[in-house]
T-cell receptor, first 111, second 112 residues
Framework: GEDVEQSLFLSVREGDSSVINCTYT??????LYWYKQEPGAGLQLLTY?????DMKQDQRLTVLLNKKDKHLSLRIADTQTGDSAIYFC???????????FGKGTRLSVIA | DGGITQSPKYLFRKEGQNVTLSCEQN?????MYWYRQDPGQGLRLIYY???????QKGDIAEGYSVSREKKESFPLTVTSAQKNPTAFYLC???????????FGEGSRLTVL
């Protein structure tokens, strides 16, 4: 079945940029999502990108999609301590199927 | 405010007992989902429902049961057949089966 892979940990210094990477296997993906989870809470949608786009920018967040390599990245500019959380990549295939999530990347921001 | 409410937030049960987790949404969403989260495992889909009175098994449905008698409610029962039920359970909904997901705050179940 479809698979979504992410590295499990990332540590950055406050003020630096963070880049979280994700790869997926499903070539029929229509939408790709980034969710954020703070400790003990549910997931919140950060941003998403349609599969026919290469880039999407939303304030400090930049999403890059390389559809040929099936690679998605999330860049957080000027990373703050409040950005410390787990970030999940998820993809949706064509048709009425549930999202497939990666295992999440735990971002730690060092002051 | 519109949203998804899960209850209880924390739950303890003894081995051999069934327990039901509640999930209610007032977003008028058609589809609802249950995920299980374990450390380092990400989110794994247990069951989902795209319409009232219908639901499908996800990747790890064994030992769980659900019902969808009302559009706004999708309770999950963790049965005694579930071998390792201690986990964080997340409920989600979407406007339709292929829309973005909105999540509840989660329920943490601990089996003693």
């Amino acid at each position: 079945g479809e698979d979504v892979e992410q590295s499990l940990f990332l540590s950055v210094r406050e003020g630096d940029s963070s880049v979280i990477n994700c790869t997926y296997t499903d070539s029929s993906s229509t939408y790709l999502y980034w969710y954020k989870q703070e400790p003990g809470a549910g997931l919140q949608l950060l941003t998403y990108i349609f599969s026919n786009m290469d880039m999407k920018q939303d304030q400090r967040l930049t999403v890059l999609l390389n559809k040929k390599d099936k690679h998605l990245s999330l860049r957080i500019a000027d990373t703050q301590t409040g950005d410390s959380a787990i970030y999940f990549c998820a993809e949706r295939s064509a048709g009425n199927t549930p999202l497939v999530f990666g295992k999440g990347t735990r971002l730690s921001v060092i002051a | 405010d519109g949203g998804i409410t899960q209850s209880p937030k924390y739950l303890f049960r003894k081995e051999g007992q069934n327990v039901t987790l509640s999930c209610e949404q007032n977003l008028n969403h058609d589809a609802m989902y249950w995920y299980r989260q374990d450390p380092g495992q990400g989110l794994r889909l247990i069951y989902y429902s795209q319409i009232v009175n219908d639901f499908q098994k996800g990747d790890i449905a064994e030992g769980y049961s659900v019902s969808r008698e009302k559009k706004e409610s999708f309770p999950l029962t963790v049965t005694s057949a579930q071998k390792n039920p201690t986990a964080f359970y997340l409920c989600a909904s979407s406007r339709r089966g292929d829309g973005e997901l909105f999540f509840g705050e989660g329920s943490r179940l601990t089996v003693l």
